[in-house]
């Protein structure tokens, strides 16, 4: 006769976060902590296993490790990773901030604050020495945030798209509008142009509104593509969502761009946020430079 077969405990969330200096661990390690994870920071590598003892730890953990760390070093950090994540009640994952240079340097000169690595030298050199230590941990990293254009109120809504622990089944779904003169947005996964649209923007009584307001909404719904293009894109994107939640993906981020980020990508976002009502398990929108658009 064959035995019942055990029921195992729901394995655990344990998120590793690191990054290269300046790039906004410590900040993601309180959102971690407002979302109901128990926060570490700079705990020794060699106390990471010791820590996450089997059957001690009632409650997810974020473990916070970078260059300041005590023995830190990439080979010992990787390995320790690799024993978790061999465990069958550990859901690891490897979380690292990454950021510009220039804005990193930036950072560190409005705070007067020192680079970890760069004694007397300038930040530069700090985080070039600090990249190659880091490059592995980076290779291996299961989400990449990029902090260069984010305000924290971005960065906490990024983390808690990624790591809610309520209600955590399905896809939670981003949108942004954009000007493709400020660049695109760095954690988009999906980016439509939409700047075959007729533009408001040479319609003097329409120049000063936004793509929230029903004049420039109503111009931008009335050229003679508009319809067919957002139908397309809807018909495309919902199947992408079944897919991705199938897959195991728990974060979407769709950006909308036009030339200055003010009429026709906001309509379209704002528009396809609504037709995204219900279809994801958390929805935010953000019209990223819709208050630095010229008129």
Known sequence: MNEPTPI???????????????????????????????????????LIERMIAPGDFPHP???????RTRDFDATAFLEAMDMLTQRPDTD????????????????FEETRRRHPLSDDRPVSDGLRRERRMMAPLLEKAHVIIDTSDMALKDLKRTIEGHFTLED??????????FSFRRGLPRDADLVFDVRFLNNPHYDPDLR??????QAVGAF???????????????????PLLDRYTKEGKSYLTIAIGCTGGRHRSVFVADKLTRWLDGKARHLQLRHRDLDQSGH
């Open 8 to 46: 195992l405990p729901a394995a655990s969330p344990v998120l590793l976060v690191t990054g290269v200096s300046g790039a906004g661990k410590s900040s993601a390690l309180k959102a971690l902590e407002d979302l109901g994870y128990e926060a570490v920071d700079n705990l020794p590598v060699l």
């Open 61 to 67: 953990i974020a473990i916070g490790v970078d260059i």
């Open 92 to 107: 690891v994952k490897l979380l690292f901030f990454d950021c510009d240079d220039d804005v990193l340097v930036r950072r």
């Open 168 to 177: 955590s089944a399905g896809l939670a779904v981003f949108v942004t509008s």
């Open 208 to 213: 000063p509104l936004s793509g929230l307001d």
């Open 220 to 238: 931008i719904a009335a050229d003679v593509g508009f319809d067919t293009f957002f139908g397309n894109l809807t018909r495309l994107l919902e």
